[in-house]
């Protein structure tokens, strides 16, 4: 059986879409990835969604959107997409490493995922010391010196979030002032246990008997300089990369993988396919901003399922 609409990502844009293609009676069906609940689900408070003056939890926040959407019919596939193609009738298939699903149009919300340097040996120790979710990890490393890379919101977040825990918390940035935002900023910079090591990027990593992380070389980026510090955690929190290779040449990218769409609208350059959200925004890359995408796509995708 051939879906109307299949909306691939469970964040913000994808929960938001499905809202609005239900309750349009196209019934949309959900692939969710396996984050579901997307990026907010790695975060604590939020602060900054209209409608919430005391703040809300992420993962709070995503299960609200999730029953919203369930409310009003959507249907949920929790698989991981694998490939989507595109026949001459207009038809898409979008394979699943479980089966493959036709609908007659598709809005792509695939978010973007967290970005690691690329150091050697780097692989090997996500999860042994090395991670990108303070939330998730954070309450393993108490009482022990940790260190948080990046120097945007995202890191200045998980950073203060790994106060709870940690003994000291170093924050490690490439530049000598920080990128996140004045409020995020101060917060941390004025925080008894986060201390702030500036121009300096991690160099390498050193491990224990048991594999795990116990500390890195540091290298200066403006002498070049190296030493070493002791810890027992690092929170990488240095970007994203846009979740968008799955989609072959049905879409153009820019040099970063983000999706290219038609300007002015939420559409790529295949008829019947768009795109919401962090995939396709290098910009703002917020949850309102992506839910707002999402409203975008499924309004644009309705239009396009009444008049095909
Ligand atoms: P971001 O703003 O792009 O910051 C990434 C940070 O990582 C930058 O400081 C960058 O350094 C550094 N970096 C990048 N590549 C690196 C590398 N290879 N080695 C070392 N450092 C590297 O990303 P983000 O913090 O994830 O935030 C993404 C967006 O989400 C932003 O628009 C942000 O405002 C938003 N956000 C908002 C909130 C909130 O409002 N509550 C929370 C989280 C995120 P440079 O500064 O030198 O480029």
Same mark, same amino acid.
């Given at each position: 059986m051939s879906e109307q609409i299949i909306i691939i990502g469970a964040g913000c844009a994808g929960y938001t879409a499905a809202i609005y293609t239900a309750r349009a009676n196209l019934s949309p069906l959900v692939i969710t990835g396996s984050q579901l609940g997307g990026q907010l689900t790695t975060t604590t408070e939020v602060?900054? /969604?209209?409608?919430?003056?005391?703040? =809300?939890?992420?993962?709070?926040?995503?299960?609200?959107?999730?029953?919203? $959407? %369930? +409310?009003?019919?959507?249907?949920?596939?929790?698989?991981?997409?694998?490939?989507?193609?595109?026949?001459?009738?207009?038809?898409?298939?979008?394979?699943?490493s479980a089966?493959?699903?036709?609908?007659?149009?598709?809005?792509?919300?695939?978010?973007?995922?967290?970005?690691?340097?690329?150091?050697?040996?780097?692989?090997?120790?996500?999860?042994?010391g090395l991670t990108a979710c303070?939330?998730?990890?954070?309450?393993?490393?108490?009482?022990?010196?940790?260190?948080?890379?990046?120097?945007?919101?995202?890191?200045?977040?998980?950073a203060m979030f790994?106060?709870? /825990?940690?003994?000291?918390?170093?924050? =490690?940035?490439?530049?000598?002032?920080?990128?996140?935002?004045?409020?995020? $900023? %101060? +917060?941390?910079?004025?925080?008894?246990?986060?201390?702030?090591?500036?121009?300096?990027?991690?160099?390498?990593?050193?491990?224990d008997e048991s594999g795990e992380v116990s500390g890195i070389y540091l290298k200066s980026t403006t002498t070049e300089e190296r030493s070493e510090l002791a810890l027992k955690?690092?929170?990488?929190?240095?970007?994203?990369?846009?979740?968008?290779?799955?989609?072959g040449d049905l879409v153009e990218r820019d040099d970063h993988g983000y999706i290219i769409r038609i300007p002015g609208t939420m559409s790529t350059k295949t008829p019947g396919l768009f795109a919401a959200g962090d995939v396709t925004d290098s910009q703002y890359r917020q949850a309102i901003s992506s839910a707002g995408m999402g409203c975008s796509a499924a309004i644009e995708a309705e239009r396009y399922l009444a008049s095909h």
């Open positions: 602060e900054n /969604f209209p409608g919430f003056p005391d703040g =809300i939890q992420g993962p709070e926040l995503m299960m609200n959107m999730q029953t919203q $959407a %369930e +409310r009003f019919g959507t249907r949920f596939a929790y698989e991981n997409v694998i490939s989507v193609s595109h026949d001459n009738s207009g038809m898409f298939t979008v394979t699943t089966q493959s699903y036709q609908a007659r149009a598709v809005i792509v919300a695939t978010g973007a995922s967290a970005r690691y340097p690329g150091i050697e040996g780097e692989s090997r120790l996500i999860g042994h303070a939330t998730c990890d954070g309450a393993f490393y108490r009482n022990v010196p940790v260190a948080v890379v990046g120097g945007g919101d995202s890191a200045c977040e998980e790994l106060t709870r /825990f940690a003994s000291e918390v170093y924050l =490690i940035h490439r530049r000598d002032t920080l990128r996140a935002s004045r409020i995020m $900023a %101060e +917060r941390v910079l004025s925080h008894e246990k986060i201390k702030p090591v500036w121009n300096a990027v991690i160099d390498g990593y050193l491990t955690c690092v929170f990488m929190a240095i970007g994203h990369v846009p979740n968008s290779s799955f989609l």
